[in-house]
């Protein structure tokens, strides 16, 4: 039972980068799946999370308008997709499950999550 994150990389500041986060070993479908991000010398902070009941999705202020979080349950696959992408951006990015399905306050709450997959490193430089 298992997350993996993949999709990093280096990315021109403006740019777009598009992060996966797939299951091994179990169903998504009832899992609100969440992407964290911690950047040099900072803590882990969240960035976004989608509900499996409505996919109601859910941003940091830091991400509104330019990143955004998709599910695709045939898949087993919740996907990020990042725009406008500035420095600050710059972070190891982590996708992480919990049960029940629902966001709520979850992006502020990380003890909440009981499945982690590893990081994807994305760096916005020129």
């Known amino acids: 039972v298992q997350l993996q994150a993949s999709g990093g990389g280096l990315v021109q500041p403006g740019g777009s980068r598009r992060l996966s986060c797939a299951s091994s070993?179990?169903?998504?479908?009832?899992?609100?799946i969440s992407w964290f991000r911690q950047a040099p010398g900072k803590e882990r902070e969240g960035v976004s999370c989608?509900?499996?009941?409505?996919?109601?999705?859910y941003y940091a202020d830091s991400v509104k308008g330019r990143f955004t979080i998709s599910r695709d349950n045939a898949k087993n696959t919740v996907v990020l997709q990042m725009n406008s992408l500035k420095p600050e951006d710059t972070a190891i990015y982590y996708c992480?499950?919990?049960?029940?399905?629902?966001?709520?306050?979850?992006?502020?709450?990380?003890?909440?999550?009981?499945?982690w997959g590893r990081g994807t490193l994305v760096t916005v430089s020129s």
């Open positions: 992480a499950g919990k049960v029940p399905g629902f966001c709520g306050d979850s992006l502020n709450n990380q003890d909440e999550y009981q499945i």
């Open positions: 070993g179990f169903s998504l479908d009832y899992h609100a």
């Open positions: 989608v509900s499996s009941n409505d996919g109601s999705t």
